[in-house]
C-alpha cells in the first residue's frame, strides 16, 4: 500500500515535470500552469497560518502585494536585468514580507475569529491606498514595470514554470515539517480550543504569529514570482480582494489544513477561473458560472473536498473489511471537529 | 477658513453617515443574531441602487416611492437566501459564512454586470440637482432627504428590536440561540426574518447610495470593506456602535479631504481603526470575544 503510494507520488512528480515540455507552444495553457503553481504555492503558504489555526485571514494579498512591490523596487533601482537574477531575489521577497508580517500580525491578532478576519481585510485595503497614494515609491496608479526576461517566447513559460514548482515543493516541504511538529500540534490545538491550549500550556500569541509570518513569507515570493511573470504592476491587481478570497476558496475547496487540499484546490480553481475569464470575460457570465460553482461545491462538501473524499474513502473500505476494525482514530482527517452552536 | 471647512464637513458627514449607519446596521444585526460575516451585504446595496434605476426608467417612479416596492422585494430575497444557503452552513462559520456570501455576491454581480454592463450610472431626480442654502453653505435637497430616510428608517429598526414581541425574541436569539430554543423561541424563523429586514435595509441603503454617488457592480467592493470596518469598529453586533461608528467614519473621512486631501481621507478612518484595536481590540460598544460558556 505504502509502495503504491509512493509511486503514484512518483508518477504525479514526472507528470507535473514533464507537462510544460509536452505542451510547451501552447502558450494559453502554459500560462494556466504558472499561474496554478504560483496560487498552490500561496495557497499552501496561507495554509500553513490559517488551516492550522483556524483563524481565517481574507487580508494575505499584503503580503502578495509587499512582495511584489519588493521586487519590482528592487530590480528598478539596482538595475537589475531580466533572467534568472530576480529569480534568486524571491527569497529576500518573502523575508521582506515576513517583516511586514510581524508588527500586522501583532495588531490583527489581538483580535479573534470574524473580527480578525475583518481586520485583516481592512489592512489590505489600508495597503492598497498606500499603494496608489505613496506615488514617490510605487509610482501610484500608473503603476511599475519590471525588467523583461530574455527568452524566446516559446519557452518563455518554462523557466517560471519549474522555478515556481521548487519553491512549491519547499512551502510543501515547511508545511509538511510543521504539520509534523509538536508546534504545528500546539497550532492545531488552538484551532479546536484556544482557551483550553492556552491553559494547557501552548504559548498562543508567539505560535500565532510565529505561523503568521511563516505564512506571508511564501506568499511575498508568489506575488514577486506573479509580478515578474506578468511584468507590470498595478496596486488594484496586487493588493487586490479577489486574491484575498481566491487563497481562501483554493485552500478550504481543497481542504482546510491538510497537505495536498491547498494544491489540489488549486488544481481545480485557477484553471476553471482563467478559463471563464477567457470565454465569458466580457459578459460577465464568468462571475456567475464560477460563482455557482464555488457554491454548489460549497453546498455539497463542505468540509472541502479532501477531507469529504478521505471520509467516503474509509467509510468504504470500513464497510469492504466488513469484520476488520478500521480505528476510526486512525484516519488523518483535519481536527476541526463540529461545534455545536450556542 | 479652516473652521468653517470643518464644520461643513462634519455636516456632510452626518448627512451622509446616516446611509452607512442603514447599510451597517443591516450587516451588524445579520451578524449578532446568524453568527456570519455576509460578505454580499455590499452587492446588495448596489442591486438595490439598480433596482430603483430600473424603477426609475421602466415605470418613471419616484425614488422614495420605489423604496416601497424595493424594501419588500428585497426583504423576501434575504429571506429566500437564507432558506436557499445560510442555514446550509452547519460548521466553521467563520469561513463558510464568508465564502457561502461572497459566492452569492459574485453571481449577483455577474447579472449585474450581464444585464446592466459594467458602465457608471446615475439616479436623475429634481431634488439630486438642486441646491438648498442652509447657513452658508449649499447642501442638495438629496442629502437631507436621505438623511430623513435613514433617520425614519433607523427609529422603526430601533423601535422594532426594543419595543416588540418579534424584537425581544431577536434581541434573545442574539444574546443566546440554545436558551432562546428552550424557552420556546422559533430561532430559524427570528434568523430568516432577521436576514431579511437586513438585506432590505441593504436595499434601502442602496437607493440612498445610489442617489448620491455614481455606481457600477464593482463599486460594492469599496462599499463592503468600509461597512465591515464600520461593523468592527462599533463592536460587532452592536447597533449603536454601528451606528456611531459610521458617522465617525464618514464625518473624519469628509474633514480630512477638506482639509488636507481626498486621497487620503479613507486612510485616516483605517489608521482609526488599527488604533482602536491596539487599545480595544472588542471595538467601541462590543463584547470581548472568547469562550462562550
Known amino acids: 500500500m505504502k509502495a503504491l503510494r509512493t509511486l503514484g507520488l512518483l508518477a504525479l512528480l514526472i507528470l507535473v515535470l514533464v507537462f510544460p515540455v509536452l505542451i510547451s507552444p501552447n502558450n494559453v495553457v502554459t500560462d494556466m500552469a504558472v499561474f496554478t503553481l504560483i496560487y498552490a504555492m500561496a495557497a499552501t503558504g496561507w495554509n500553513i497560518f490559517s488551516g492550522y489555526t483556524g483563524y481565517i485571514s481574507i487580508g494575505h494579498a499584503v503580503y502578495f502585494g509587499v512582495g511584489a512591490y519588493t521586487l519590482a523596487l528592487i530590480c528598478q533601482y539596482w538595475n537589475i536585468p531580466g533572467g534568472y537574477l530576480p529569480f534568486l531575489l524571491l527569497p529576500l521577497v518573502g523575508l521582506v514580507a515576513g517583516t511586514f508580517a510581524i508588527p500586522l500580525g501583532f495588531i490583527a491578532l489581538r483580535v479573534r475569529k470574524y473580527a480578525f478576519a475583518v481586520t485583516t481585510i ?15 515609491i510605487t509610482n501610484g496608479s500608473l503603476g511599475l514595470y519590471l525588467p523583461p526576461p530574455p527568452w524566446s517566447s516559446d519557452i ?20 509538511w515539517r510543521i504539520r509534523h511538529s509538536k508546534y504545528g500540534l500546539g497550532l492545531l490545538a488552538i484551532r479546536d480550543d484556544e482557551d483550553r491550549a492556552f491553559g494547557l500550556g501552548v504559548k498562543t500569541g508567539p505560535y ?14 508568489a506575488g514577486g514570482m506573479f509580478v515578474y511573470f506578468i511584468g507590470t504592476i498595478f496596486p488594484q491587481f496586487t493588493f487586490d480582494p479577489i486574491v484575498d478570497v481566491n487563497l481562501t ?20 480553481v485557477v484553471p476553471l477561473q482563467q478559463w471563464l ?21 460549497l453546498l455539497v462538501m463542505p468540509r472541502g473536498i479532501v477531507p469529504t473524499l478521505q471520509s467516503k474513502w474509509l467509510s468504504w473500505k ?15 482527517r483535519p481536527a476541526l471537529v463540529d461545534r455545536k452552536e450556542g | 477658513m479652516a473652521v468653517s471647512l470643518i464644520i461643513e464637513g462634519v455636516v456632510l458627514g452626518i448627512l451622509t453617515g446616516g446611509v452607512y449607519a442603514l447599510m451597517a446596521s443591516g450587516l451588524t444585526l445579520i451578524f449578532g443574531v446568524l453568527e456570519i460575516i455576509n460578505v454580499a451585504q455590499g452587492i446588495l446595496v448596489i442591486l438595490g441602487a439598480y433596482l430603483t434605476f430600473v424603477l426609475e426608467r421602466s415605470l418613471h417612479l419616484d425614488l422614495f416611492v420605489g423604496l416601497l416596492i424595493i424594501m419588500p422585494l ?4 434575504g429571506v429566500l437566501l437564507e432558506w436557499a444557503f445560510i442555514r446550509r452552513i452547519k460548521w466553521d462559520r467563520v469561513t463558510l459564512s464568508i465564502l457561502v456570501t461572497y459566492a452569492i455576491a459574485l453571481i449577483i454581480e455577474g447579472a449585474l454586470g450581464y444585464f446592466f454592463t459594467t458602465n457608471f450610472v446615475e439616479l436623475h431626480s429634481w431634488y439630486i440637482d438642486a441646491t438648498v442654502q442652509i447657513g452658508g453653505f449649499y447642501i442638495q435637497y438629496i442629502y437631507i432627504f436621505v438623511f430623513l430616510l435613514s433617520v425614519v428608517l433607523l427609529a422603526g429598526l430601533f423601535l422594532l428590536i426594543y419595543r416588540t414581541a418579534f424584537g425581544r425574541q431577536l434581541r434573545a436569539s442574539m444574546q443566546n440561540r440554545t436558551a432562546a430554543s428552550l424557552i420556546g423561541i422559533n430561532v430559524p424563523r427570528v434568523q430568516a426574518i432577521t436576514f431579511g429586514i437586513g438585506v432590505s435595509l441593504a436595499g434601502a441603503g442602496g437607493v440612498a447610495f445610489g442617489a448620491t454617488n455614481a455606481f457600477n457592480p464593482a463599486s460594492s467592493y469599496d462599499l463592503i470593506y468600509r461597512l465591515l470596518v464600520i461593523i468592527v469598529l462599533g463592536g460587532m453586533g452592536s447597533l449603536g456602535g454601528a451606528l456611531i461608528a459610521s458617522l465617525v467614519m464618514v464625518i473624519l473621512g469628509d474633514v480630512v479631504a477638506l482639509i488636507w486631501s481626498p486621497v487620503w481621507s479613507s486612510t485616516a478612518f483605517f489608521v482609526l481603526l488599527v488604533a482602536l484595536l491596539l487599545f480595544r481590540p472588542q471595538g467601541l460598544f462590543g463584547r470581548l470575544e472568547g469562550r462562550k460558556q
Open chain 1, 277 to 297: 475569464t477567457l470565454q465569458f470575460g466580457g459578459s460577465s457570465l464568468n462571475l456567475i458560472l464560477f460563482g455557482s460553482f464555488l457554491l454548489v461545491i
Open chain 1, 318 to 332: 470500513a464497510s469492504r473489511l466488513k469484520g476488520a476494525r478500521v480505528s476510526a482514530t486512525r484516519q488523518e
Open chain 1, 156 to 175: 518563455i513559460d518554462l523557466p517560471f514554470y519549474y522555478v515556481t514548482f521548487i519553491l512549491l515543493l519547499v512551502s510543501i516541504g515547511v508545511s
Open chain 1, 208 to 221: 500565532k504569529l510565529v505561523a503568521y509570518v511563516v505564512s506571508t513569507i511564501f506568499v511575498g515570493m
Open chain 2, 74 to 77: 428585497m426583504f423576501g430575497l
Open chain 1, 249 to 268: 476558496t483554493i485552500a478550504f475547496l481543497g481542504g482546510l489544513g491538510t497537505l495536498a487540499g491547498p494544491l489540489i484546490g488549486a488544481v481545480l
Open chain 1, 122 to 136: 481592512a489592512l489590505m485595503f489600508i495597503f492598497q491606498l498606500l499603494a496608489y497614494n505613496l506615488r514617490g
